[in-house]
C-alpha cells in the first residue's frame, strides 16, 4: 500500500534546471569556457564541486568563483520572476491530498531557495515534510534526504513512492530503498537513468493513480 509520495523540487516542480544551465553558459563565456550540457548535468541534483573543478581546469583567464555565482544568481533570479510549474504538478499533488496521501519533498537545495518558490507558487502547503540540504550533512546522491523525510512521514520505504528528475536524485532515492518515477526536464532527459521503477516523459502522461497502480503491479 502505497502512503506517500516525494517529489524533488529543482527540475522536478520548476524547471529552473534549464535556468541555471543557460546562466551558467552566459557567465562562462567571459572566461572563454565552453560548457556542455552533459558536463552541467554531472552536477544536477548535488552540489556544484565537480562544476567548479571543471570551470578551474578550462578557464583561459583566473576565475573567481564568488564572482560567477553573483552574476549567475542576477541572470536566474531575472529569469525566474514568474516560476512556472512544471506540467501537471499540482494535479498530482491535489489527487495525493485527495487521496489521503502524505506529501513530502527532499531536495539538495536550500530550505529557502526551495520553500520561497513553493509559497510563491501557492502549493506550500501541500507539503507535510520538506527536507533540505540545511537538513543534512550529505545531499544527494547520498540518500539521507530521503532517509530523514521517511522518517519524519512515518512510513516505511516500501510505502512511499520517489519522483526525480536527475540521475543524483534517483541514486539517491533508490539508495534510500525508494520506487523511484523519473520525470526528465530538457536538461536531463539525455542522462542514462537504470534501476527506475517508471518514466514519464512529463507527469501529463499518466495520473497519479494510474503511476500508483502501475508499480504496485510490478
Not at 1 to 19: N, P, Q, R
Not at 144 to 153: D, V
Request: aromatic share 8%; net charge negative.
Amino acid at each position: 500500500m502505497i502512503k506517500a509520495i516525494i517529489f524533488d523540487f529543482d527540475g522536478l516542480i520548476v524547471d529552473t534546471e534549464s535556468v541555471w544551465f543557460e546562466a551558467y553558459k552566459e557567465v562562462l563565456l567571459q572566461y572563454e569556457v565552453e560548457l556542455t550540457l552533459q558536463k552541467f548535468s554531472e552536477v544536477i541534483g548535488t552540489t556544484d564541486e565537480i562544476l567548479y573543478e571543471y570551470i578551474n581546469s578550462n578557464a583561459k583567464v583566473p576565475i573567481v568563483r564568488e564572482k560567477i555565482e553573483q552574476l549567475v544568481k542576477e541572470i536566474v533570479k531575472q529569469k525566474l520572476i514568474k516560476p512556472v510549474l512544471r506540467e501537471n504538478v499540482e494535479d498530482y499533488l491535489k489527487s495525493a491530498k485527495n487521496a489521503g496521501l502524505q506529501i513530502g519533498l527532499a531536495s539538495s537545495s536550500s530550505k529557502e531557495w526551495v520553500e520561497s518558490f513553493l509559497k510563491k507558487l501557492n502549493i506550500f502547503d501541500y507539503f507535510s515534510v520538506i527536507k533540505t540540504s540545511d537538513d543534512v550533512s550529505k545531499v544527494k546522491p547520498d540518500p539521507e534526504l530521503y532517509l530523514k523525510a521517511i522518517e519524519e512521514l512515518g512510513v516505511q520505504v516500501n510505502e512511499a513512492i520517489a519522483f526525480e528528475d536527475s540521475l543524483n536524485g534517483l541514486i539517491a532515492a533508490r539508495k534510500a530503498g525508494l520506487k523511484c518515477v523519473i520525470v526528465p526536464n530538457s536538461v536531463t532527459t539525455h542522462l542514462e537513468f537504470e534501476n527506475y521503477s517508471l518514466r514519464l516523459s512529463s507527469m501529463a502522461e499518466k495520473t497519479l493513480d494510474d503511476v500508483i497502480n502501475h508499480l504496485l503491479k510490478n
